[in-house]
């Protein structure tokens, strides 16, 4: 395991070796670590609400499969097929996470 006081000793070891150049090194790591914390979170509310409306359009699609039977007898189809229609709608909303998944 690595102790504090190691990592103090192997930082300032870093810092004679490589100079003034390893004080830029550590800024840069710290920058994009925040920005990378910064766009995760952004990501992670996406990607909640993304699958919150998989799993409502999965429970309406076994709600309509499941009860087939009566909405063709009563003629609610119309009615079953604009639920599904604007729940997909809803889905594409969020394609833009598709789109940060495929860019990493």
């Known amino acids: 395991m690595i ?6 000793v192997y ?12 004080v830029f090194g550590i800024i840069t790591m710290i920058s994009f ?4 914390l910064f766009l995760f979170s952004d990501y992670r509310g996406l990607e909640e609400d993304l699958l919150k409306t998989k799993d409502e359009r999965t429970k309406l699609t076994s709600e309509v499969l499941n009860a087939l039977k009566i909405i063709k007898l009563y ?3 119309q009615f079953y ?7 997909i709608k ?3 909303r969020y394609s833009k ?6 860019g990493f």
Not at 3 to 8: E, M, R, T
Not at 11 to 22: A, P, V
Not at 81 to 87: A, C, E, G
């Open 3 to 8: 102790d504090p006081i190691k990592i103090v």
């Open 75 to 77: 003629a609610w189809d």
């Open 81 to 87: 097929k604009n639920k599904v229609h604007l729940t």
């Open 90 to 92: 809803f889905i594409f």
């Open 33 to 36: 670590l925040l920005i990378n």
């Open 11 to 22: 930082i300032i070891m870093l810092f004679f070796f490589y100079g003034i150049s390893f």
């Open 97 to 102: 996470l598709g789109r940060w998944n495929s």
